[in-house]
């Protein structure tokens, strides 16, 4: 028989042999992780213009306008009611307040529209009255104010729905305490934008586009007894969350090209070019729009109408 001490030192070296590639193998995996998920080199950031979207690229390179046309925008509102879970903000609102100022620049990046001022109007107001005070009757070089530029179209609409958790989901694998996971999440948020015309009320365009939000999560853990009496716990991950107030903005320059394309088709509105109709960039969202229409299902008074063409024998 071996002395007791003898016996304990070998009992010691075989642990220490078991532990040591498994820490080498979880040091190796520290590493790797941590060039991803350490956190950035600078802390201070010099503030950068708001990144393009593909439908900002879309919405200059429409075809130009006979004229632009003249239109107030008066707000858009929040009308989904959401506010963030907890324990982030009892009050603090899931989407954007500032959706009209949003949509404000995609007007005038479209060169169709020449937005005039209607949601700070009494500020406005103001400051051409305290011009007209300060302009004395002898002051004949004095230049006078113009008249404000009335509005042809009013741009109406509002920020309809925000559906969190539209579809979740993930996957993991773990071997004896030891693998990653990934998660998932899809939020949606819906924008619907109108135009008016001011002179009969009428809407002469209803356009209402969608926008995915996805949320992103990927762990890698490790949780396991190294020894008897020794347990190992690490734990490394990254997140990606789409800003909310980007979709927004996507949403809401997507409604405007298909309502431009829209009211050029149905002849709301020119082009300078009317051939320019038959473009791919307005094409491709003319047929984008006709193909979601073909979707929806048709009742059965509406398959006879498509089939015969005559409702009650007087409208063809």
């Known amino acids: 028989m071996y002395p007791a001490r003898v016996w304990r030192g070998f009992l010691a070296g075989r642990e220490r042999m078991r532990v040591r590639p498994f820490m080498l193998i979880i040091a190796a995996v520290i590493l790797t992780a941590g060039c991803t998920t ?28 006979a004229g632009p046309i003249s239109v107030a925008v008066y707000g858009l509102r929040d009308q989904t ?3 963030k879970p907890s324990p982030d903000s ?16 995609a007007l005038r990046d479209s060169r169709w529209f020449k937005p005039v001022e209607r949601e700070n109007l009494q500020d406005l ?106 347990l190992l716990e690490v734990e490394t991950g990254v997140s990606r969350n789409e800003p909310v107030q980007q979709c927004v903005r996507e949403a809401i320059e997507t409604a405007l090209i298909h309502m431009i394309a829209q009211g050029a088709r149905d002849g709301s509105w020119n082009l300078k070019n009317p051939g320019d109709l038959n473009k791919p960039l307005l094409q491709s969202y003319l047929q984008s729009y006709d193909e979601q229409m073909t979707l929806l299902p048709l009742a059965d008074a509406d398959k006879d109408i498509v089939a015969t063409g005559e409702k009650n024998g007087t409208q063809r």
């Open 81 to 83: 009611g959401q506010y």
């Open 38 to 65: 350490s956190r950035p080199a600078a802390t201070i950031s010099p503030a950068t213009l708001s990144p393009a979207t593909q439908s900002l690229r879309d919405l200059t390179h429409l075809p130009p306008p």
């Open 125 to 230: 107001l103001t400051e051409r009255k305290i011009i007209r005070a300060l302009e004395q009757p002898q002051d004949q070089a004095q230049v006078q104010l113009p008249a404000l530029r009335p509005a042809n179209m009013i741009i109406e609409g509002a920020i309809v729905a925000y559906e969190s958790n539209v579809r979740t989901g993930g996957i993991g694998v773990r071997y004896l305490g030891v693998g990653p996971s990934e998660l998932y999440r899809q939020d949606q948020v819906t924008v619907n934008l109108r135009a008016v015309d001011i002179r009969t009320g009428d809407i002469i365009q209803s356009i209402t586009t969608t926008k995915t939000i996805f949320s992103i999560q990927v762990d890698f853990g490790i949780f396991r007894f190294v020894s008897l009496k020794h």
């Open 90 to 105: 009892s009050f603090s609102t899931s989407v954007t307040q500032g959706a009209a100022s949003l949509l404000i620049s």
